[in-house]
Nanobody, 124 residues
Framework: QVQLEESGGGLVQAGGSLRLSCAAS????????MGWFRQAPGKDREFVAA????????DYADSVKGRFTISKDNAKKTLYLQMNSLRPEDTAVYYC?????????????????WGKGTLVTVSS
């Protein structure tokens, strides 16, 4: 089993920055592809960013490209999401997720483990 716990959410003004963290415990973190997803009020959960187990492959939703950066510290068993130039439409609960993979590739859905989420609110 893998337990994931997000932190770093909060209230920020438009144009500001936040860094989310996701601490993992349990099984070998370095063999997990990871991702960030979000769910805004009244909307379905959507993909935000993904990273392969080595950190060598990354991908982003078009809506966050150039503003968000995903990274992974295997030694610390922690996933990060640096969010810059935040917009009110980025307001959502952000979830980290993990998928045990055989190869070093990103995963967009079908994640094996999920955190409980952290709320990000961007005021205009």
């Amino acid at each position: 089993q893998v337990q994931l716990e997000e932190s770093g959410g909060g209230l920020v003004q438009a144009g500001g920055s936040l860094r989310l963290s996701c601490a993992a415990s349990g099984r070998t973190f370095s063999r997990f592809a990871m991702g960030w997803f979000r769910q805004a009020p009244g909307k379905d959960r959507e993909f935000v960013a993904a990273i392969s187990w080595s950190g060598g492959r990354k991908d982003y939703a078009d809506s966050v490209k150039g503003r968000f950066t995903i990274s992974k510290d295997n030694a610390k068993k922690t996933l990060y999401l640096q969010m810059n130039s935040l917009r009110p439409e980025d307001t959502a609960v952000y979830y980290c997720a993990a998928s045990l993979t055989i190869g070093d590739y990103v995963v967009y859905d079908g994640m094996d483990y999920w955190g409980k989420g952290t709320l990000v609110t961007v005021s205009s």
